[in-house]
């Protein structure tokens, strides 16, 4: 059984500031990638950014600059800092991982943040 507790989300001001937190437990023997996916209200989850091999990583176009993931090996777990948040980064977020458990690979959801930009 694995399970990813996300925190860190909630209500900021624009221009605020959020760290969100994704820590990976359970039964796997290593952690391949991560992402930040981002759904709001009637639309489609979208990637957000992603991180692969501790090192290489991607964003959307929409937050580059302003967001930056990072992850801590020894703690299984992802961060996704925000800055310069804008109401269109309201939405409900959720981390991914790709996980490897010895002999197969599978992806894992968290059950989502809440984060909300007041303008």
Not at 10 to 24: D, E, H, P, Y
Not at 68 to 91: C, R
Request: glycine residues 14%.
């Amino acid at each position: 059984q694995v399970q990813l507790v996300e925190s860190g989300g909630g209500l900021v001001q624009t221009g605020g500031s959020l760290r969100l937190s994704c820590a990976a437990s359970g039964s796997f023997f290593s952690i391949n990638g991560w992402g930040w996916y981002r759904q709001a209200p009637g639309k489609q989850r979208e990637l957000v950014a992603a991180i692969s091999s501790g090192v290489s990583t991607k964003y959307a176009n929409s937050v580059k600059g302003r967001f930056t993931i990072s992850g801590d090996n020894a703690k299984n777990t992802v961060y996704l800092q925000m800055n310069s948040l804008e109401p269109e980064d309201t939405a409900v977020y959720y981390c991914n991982a790709e996980l490897w458990d010895g002999s197969r690979g599978f992806s894992y959801w968290g059950q989502g943040t809440q984060v909300t930009v007041s303008s």
